[in-house]
């Protein structure tokens, strides 16, 4: 296109534009500028008879560029590349310069220089345009398959709601099974319905699921590829079981002698070296724990082996990997309790009877270590006085600086567990504020405060100390009543913080997603898009996003998984516009651009006996940083090329007359 | 008149070092001389400037000349071998893009003389005698040519058509350079002679040891850390200018266990040396927070103007410290 014949369109917007510089006299200005053919002004150049305008002007006059200087591109960008379209020239042939936000609603006060901005910055552009180039984009098929990490309940949601929409699920659970923390609950707030009775038969779902690939006991060890088409290595740890010989009898389980904490029950009680991680597992499968079992640890035994019917027991297993290929990713591997050992205050770990709300969780359970009675740890007695630590490590800046958002809620479901499992029981919450913020929630706060000798008061306690009985005393400053009240306890629930998982960190650095101050996954749009990532193709699900309660959770899960639908049987993933490219006869092969861009779009490659960049179109976003690193100008970013912005720049700073 | 190319040599602000560029051709100065024929050499031939005034217009077949454009009598000259001139080559880094004389334009004219004639420790001036450019001996007027305001490259004074990069160019250089514009066969106006059309890196031994990613956590300089002499100087924290420098050199200072300092100036594509290269360090650089990163440039680049503008200051967007309005260089 050496010809270069430029249309500039003038809005008024109404009197947004007109009311404060005169398009017809900018119009005029811009129609003595080198290479423009046609120069009008219009009242709104975004409605059709507008749009018409351009169209048949493109047609008439033979443009091949056309200048709109009107609002933010941000918001009719589109509408005039459409236009473009229309008229058979390329979208990118289009060239918009922001005169309301840039110039008249920010220079009212002085319509004169408006005017003289809006003509600096016509020329600006005319001269950039005469650089223009047309822009192709490019597509990509897409992998219909999926992997979800972690098997809590946003997991066992997203992958249910994706097999369900006929999409292959891998999903990859780090523990022996899947089910997360809402199996270690023993009932769920605000209704009270038993946690595990409305979990169990969704697992059982997941397991049965045609289109669901279930690897527990993994992990995710390498991710590599782009949107629409990832390859993601897993890995196997082994279980010294082969499952696919296991029946899931559980003799094993029954006759074992080896010993270990429970983590189910949040270090309370014992389970056994070989186990499941709870009785309605998924997989029924289980896996040997070599740090307990006698075998490894002693060389004597082999129990486990002898009992099987099957002769499943392999205590020679390696630990294996798998690759899939999948288009999409869903991250679901949820929140960990903060170490509330760092709180050293409040004694946890050091006293027996501070607990964490989790390990209340597992006292009140029938099938944990107390059968569902609530004890005290050190005598095993019950507690008639029990203090409830609301908000312990969050919303401190000392620890943790956000609030857990189901901390209150679950304060109030661990009154009624204390008072239903000993009656005569005095329950005292300390608060900072109480959140009941979700649907039934104010109605069930309303309900626990109005039981007998259940006590709210507004202060976090001081030290912790411990009394020769086991019993803990504290002071609080209540800053209700203005008065220090002084506290004996016979036990201590910590509603304690949440964190991201441990392994997230190295996770998150596979997968190249953000995080937000917390470490938490950083969603796309807090308001708009919080389901999403800056990665193309992978989607967030449930609390590693933020901490949520469980229908926060399982929302979440079902809207990342409704997105991770639509993006897969689109069947295609496209590359942006502003692409880069690289001038292989100027390029060095120096690597720069490489090291800096994020997505991992660039390679050096070996061509004809030299080193060259290359760009992985799909990959690429287009965020110009290996443009702007390029030592040689080899990089250049569609439509943002350095010719394209030093023409606009040097006629700014030379004036437009 | 002979059938050989008629070259004339002329020097500006300078060391001395692009004049034995052409020495250091040895043998091949012998080849050389049955081709050309000298006209003007003031290094090595006696001869003054009405000798060139009296040429006739367009006589000289090429001038070379070096150095940056420093006094009144710089810009006289270059402007009369322009005029004699058929092809105008700027010579070396200081006529290509203002070179290290060039540094001073980040000085004023007043700072420097004071500096140079009354402040500097080995300077011994009781009287405070300043140059002038008038100056009476035994009765005699005599005028010594003027410091401009701001140093130039040779393309900021005159029209010219081919550039020969280095500080000093070496040898090969040198010598390519000649053979292009002896065959005949001219490359478009403009072009730089002798040298690669990218940089350092693609003709650096070293670039293939680099890692995937180069993501510098603490920059270091030379006589800081123990060079791997096999090993890509940059992946070693030591900051090599040869990404963002035109290649052709041969690597010399690499293979001297030196990283490049940039005397062969940008590439084509490039309109700021110093930019560019500050572009890139600052995109490898790994920090999370500005802090540390000051503080590293603070400590390892401590001159940043003369790490990245070395040889260009006076072609930069900015050609040198802003001296108040109305100044030549900002125009
Ligand atoms: C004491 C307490 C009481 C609560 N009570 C209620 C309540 O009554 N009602 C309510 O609505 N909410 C309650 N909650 C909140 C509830 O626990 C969460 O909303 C819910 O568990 C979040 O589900 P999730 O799937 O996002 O995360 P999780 O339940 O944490 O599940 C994450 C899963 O991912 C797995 N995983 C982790 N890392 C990896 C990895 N790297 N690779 C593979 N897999 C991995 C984990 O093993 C786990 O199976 C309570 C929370 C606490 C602490
Ligand atoms: S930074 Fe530029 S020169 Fe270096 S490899 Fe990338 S494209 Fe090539
Ligand atoms: S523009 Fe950004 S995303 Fe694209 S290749 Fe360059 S650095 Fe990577």
Known sequence: MSDVRIGVYVCHCGKNIGGVINPAKVAEFASRLPNVVVSRDYMYMCSSPGQALIEDDIKKYNLNRVIVAACSPRMHEPTFQAVLKRAGLNPWLLQMVNIREHVTWVHEDTPDKAEEKAEELIAAAVARAAHLYEITTEKAPVVKSALVIGGGIAG???????????????????????????????????????????????????????????????????????????????????????????????????????????????????????????????????????????????????????????????????????????????????????????????????????????????????????????????????????????????????????????????????????????????????????????????????????????????????????????SLVFDVYDSNTGQLINVKADLVVLESAVVPPKDWEPLRRLLKVSCDPGGFALELHPKLRPFETTADGIFLAGTIQGPKDIPDTVAHAAAAAAAAIGFLLKGYVESVPYLATVNEDLCSGCGLCASVCPYDAITIEEKEGRRVAKVNMIRCKGCGACAATCPSGAMQQNYFTDTQILSEVSTLAGGAK | MSDKVRVALYWCASCGGCEEAFVDLAEDLIKLAEKVEIVFWPVAIDMKKSDVEQLPDESIDVSFINGGIRLSEHEEMVKLLRRKSKVVVAFGSCAHLGGIPGLANLYSKDEILKYVYLEAPTVVNPEGTMPKEVVKVDGQELELPKVLRLVKALDQVIDVDYYIPGCAPPPDVVKKALDTLLSGKLPPKGSVLGASSRSLCDECDLNKTKPEKILLKDLKRVHQVKLDLSKCYLAQGVLCLGPVTRGGCGTLCIKGGMPCTGCFGPLDNVKDYGARALSYLASILDYDDEAQAEKVIEEYVADPAGWFYRYSLPKSLVRGRYQGSGGEAHG
């Not at chain 1, 590829?225 to 499952?243: I, R």
């Not at chain 1, 029946?247 to 094993?252: D, F, M, N, R, S």
């Not at chain 1, 029990?386 to 479901?413: M, N, P, Q």
């Not at chain 1, 900072?432 to 979700?438: E, K, Q």
Request: with cysteine; hydrophobic share 35%; aromatic share 12%.
């Open chain 1, 156 to 470: 066992i949601r997203a992958a249910l709601d994706l097999a369900n929409a006929g999409i292959k699920v891998y999903l990859v659970e780090k523990k022996q099974s899947i089910g997360g923390k809402m199996a270690q609950l023993d009932k769920t707030f605000p209704t009270l319905d038993c946690s595990k009775c409305i979990l169990t038969p969704l697992m059982v779902d997941v397991a049965r699921h045609p289109n669901i690939e279930i690897y527990a006991y993994s992990e995710v060890v390498d991710v590599s590829g782009s949107a629409g088409d990832f390859k993601v290595k897993v890995k196997l740890k082994p279980t010294y079981v082969d499952w696919s010989k296991c029946t899931g009898c559980g003799l094993c389980v029954e006759k074992c002698p080896g010993r270990a904490p429970s983590e189910f029950n949040e270090g309370l009680g014992f389970r056994k070296a070989i186990y499941f991680e709870f009785a309605q597992a998924v997989p029924r499968k289980p896996v040997i724990d070599p740090r307990y079992c006698l075998w490894f640890t002693k060389g004597i035994c082999r129990v486990c082996s002898k009992v099987c019917p099957v002769g499943a027991i392999d205590y020679e297993q390696k630990e294996r990997y798998v690759e899939l290929n999948v288009g999409a990713i869903v991250v679901a591997i949820g929140y960990e309790i903060y170490d509330m050992s760092k709180m050293v205050e409040y004694g946890y770990g050091k006293f027996k009877n501070v607990i964490t709300g989790l390990q209340l969780e597992r006292l009140s359970d029938a099938d944990g270590p107390t059968k569902g009675k609530i004890l005290r740890l050190s005598d095993g007695k019950e507690p008639k006085t029990v203090a409830i630590v609301l908000c312990a490590g969050s919303r401190d800046e000392k620890h943790v600086k956000y609030c857990c958002r189901f901390g209150c809620a679950a304060a109030l479901k661990h009154v009624y567990y204390i008072k239903h499992s000993v009656p005569d029981s005095k329950v005292l919450i300390f608060y900072t504020d109480v959140r009941a913020f979700g649907k039934g929630f104010e109605e069930f706060y309303q309900k626990v405060r109005s039981w007998d000798d259940v006590y709210f008061i507004r202060g976090r306690p001081a030290e912790i100390f411990e009394d020769k009985d086991g």
